[in-house]
DNA sequence: CACCTTCATCGTAATATTGCAATATACTTA
DNA sequence: TAAGTATATTGCAATATTACGATGAAGGTG
């Protein structure tokens, strides 16, 4: 074993653990946190950010992106990076959902 | 190598990254999303829900109690499982954090 | 063109995760 | 106390993730 069992879940269920996953890494949080850091987007320096080797971060970087929570626009020689918002305020939601629920049924609980 | 390098960040970026870890997974998503489906809290029934063996989703179970997320409660001979609110409210005001910091730098975007 | 820089990919080693059968533990009830 | 029920733990196999050195591709610069 030691693959998920994608299929016996929801699509909605999969998709949003997916989008989850891609930031259950504290380099992947690490790399969010530090292109919010700055005013515009990040060119090139997330390596130089970071306490790992250059194919490790480029590795990070795909998963976010192919996870879709970053956009990398190519420019000349760099990549242009940032957070694509949309992602986020799924992730956002969700959580909000959540706790909207949890305080409907507050009262209802036994621990 | 295969270990995440932890002692590498900030102890905020290992603690996030820890607790959506937790909710990485369809299985996980799954039981959290079943404990607030119904109007008190879950005793037992968990196993039967899930497309899974019982001892997998023990696992499943443990991880997310370890991590914070739910809490059980011992009552004779089952045991009564709910969302710790909490986690999800931390999770919560993290995501929505970075929301609102992206809403800020909206105009300085180049992608 | 030769060389440098930036980033991606390949290959591989170390470690972690997922899932389950078998078994253990603990409580309940007959 | 014996049998049944509910959950946890152990041990293991299959697979995934993490990390990096080596190398490749693509653009820029002398």
Redesign the pocket.
């Known amino acids: ?6 299929e ?1 879940f929801t699509e909605k269920q999969n998709t949003i653990a997916t989008l989850i ?1 891609a930031l ?5 949080i690490a790399i969010v946190e530090y292109l919010m850091k700055t005013e515009a987007c990040i ?5 130089d950010e970071l ?13 976010l ?1 192919t996870a879709g929570l970053i956009k ?1 626009n ?8 940032c957070i694509d918002e949309k992602a986020i305020a799924k992730l956002q939601s969700y959580f909000a959902g959540i706790s909207a629920k949890l305080e409907k049924k507050k009262d209802n609980k036994c621990c």
Chains 1, 2 share one sequence.
């Open positions: 074993m030691g693959a998920t069992k994608t016996h996953k259950a890494h504290p380099a992947r060119c090139g320096d997330i390596v306490p790992l080797s250059q194919p490790t971060v480029s590795q990070h970087l795909k998963e992106k990398g190519v420019e000349g020689n760099t990549i242009c990076y």
